[in-house]
């Protein structure tokens, strides 16, 4: 299986987040995907290849264009405004303000365009970004092209933004972009997220559309991020009405219960008549994972591959989450090695 990275990932490196009332070293950081990177050449898991320069076309199908303008120049007008460190957004527009006026200050302009201040913006994020929408750019195309399958190892992460919205260390959602690849080639797709938290990103993008699917097996929103989506009365409005499946699982979740809604998730793929699929692979349901709560042991990854290889579709797995940095490649490369174990 091919693996498509860039190095340009080290340009958005923020050094501090808000965690538990102090700020410490974000949990997104570097090092994730360089363990990642290690344990794929460690295994022999195929060629790791340089995706080229991002193609600006498939993030505009999937984001607002003023809000990409704002991903792009944020960081150089909050220095212009005089400030000192890095982008955090101080004040996010709540139930009861004004939503229809975009403010001038770049302060309120952070505040309209995120949805969690854990996220930060420095000087190069925005490369960094486009870095990653190009890993997953290429890794589509080698799909679509006949690879059969292919991963992206993108950093930032991508399924928690929305259309103009970031947070939870996404800026633009690359499995969302590639799902939009894939349905404007004419296939019918589906979206697996076995993140531990809810791509809330992916379902706003889809909600009412039919040929795309999507499934999300997340920690329960009334105890986990992003608390305010993911519930599974969410099943899709007007034409997407059934294309949309949410998994909710209390604390303390193992393999057991997981691995029934995993099958679950890849029945309604099959009903669903897909001929694509892009996973959100975040492998934070990992049972030492510092900021989840379900119990998967390193194994448990391995067992989830070699499900979702049972699909026999062409498949595109897209990095997201995994915050316990020492077992993120070995749980990583369980997925990738079940599946082509299978």
Known sequence: MQTFFSEDHRKHFPQAELSGGQFVTPFERPSRVEYVRAELLARGMGKILAPGAADMGPIEAICDTGYLAFLESAFAEWKADGNAGELIAGCIAPRGMRTDRIPDNIDGKAGYYCHASETAITAGTWEAVLSSAASAQAAQRAVAGGAGAAFALCRPPGHHATADQYGGYCFVNNAAMAAQMFAEGGARVSVLDIDFHHGNGTQNIFYDREDVLFASLHGDP?????????????????????????????????????????????????????????????????????????????????????????????????????????????????????????
């Open 222 to 342: 009334m105890e986990a991020y992003p608390y305010f989506l993911g519930h599974e009365d969410e099943r899709g409005a007007g034409a997407g009405e059934g294309a949309n499946r949410n998994y909710p699982m209390k604390p303390g979740t193992a393999w057991d219960e997981w691995g029934a809604a995993l099958d679950d998730a890849l029945g309604r793929i099959r009903d669903h008549g897909s001929e694509a699929l892009v996973v959100s692979l975040g492998v934070d349901a990992f049972k030492d994972d510092p900021i989840s709560f379900f119990k998967l042991q390193s194994e448990d990854f391995t067992r989830a591959g070699a499900k979702i290889a049972t699909l026999g579709l062409p498949t595109l797995f897209v990095m997201e989450g995994g915050y316990a940095i020492e077992a993120v490649g070995i749980n990583t490369v369980n997925v990738l090695a079940g599946f082509e174990g299978a």
